[in-house]
């Protein structure tokens, strides 16, 4: 479920950033460098500090946790479908945007019935992309110590964790084998 919501938020921001970056030059020239910047910071460099300061937060129940783990699944699918929305947005071909104006569709309608549909397929390959990438941290964020802290939630990625710790590679092997 983790998962689920990370790549909902991450075509949220897909599409408000490509929309953002191919609608203007200079937000262009601003947006895809901190996308790329943002894109090569190591998501392990910024775990404890991010699941420390949102526990603070958020203390008592796993809600800062949760959250943690949540947008550190997020790094990990946002920036493949944010630059596959902008380059869709860019190579929609002129004509096709010249009839929109032409027929008379305000920018939601351009938007809604030209720019989305012709991003689907990128979208949507990108978003299988995007998840089989999040799940590479699913045992990083969904068991995670730091010092004496042992951050755990329940999931995959934690009974994986624990299977690893205890060297247990029937419980690794019969939990991977189920899936297929």
Known sequence: MRGVVALAISYVFALVFGL???????AERVLLPMLDILQSIPVLGFLPGFVLGLVALI???NLGLELAAILMIFTAQAWNLALSFYNS????????REACAIAGWPRPTVFRR??????????????MLSMAGGWFFLMVNEAFQLGDKDFRLPG???Y????????DRRAVHSRSSRWW
């Open 89 to 96: 947005l860019k190579t929609v071909p002129e004509p096709l």
């Open 20 to 26: 953002a970056a191919a609608s203007s030059r200079a």
């Open 156 to 158: 995959i990625g934690a």
């Open 114 to 127: 030209l720019e989305v549909p012709a991003a689907a397929p990128g979208l949507v390959w990108n978003g």
């Open 59 to 61: 203390p008592g129940r």
């Open 160 to 167: 994986m964790s624990v299977a690893v710790e205890h060297a």
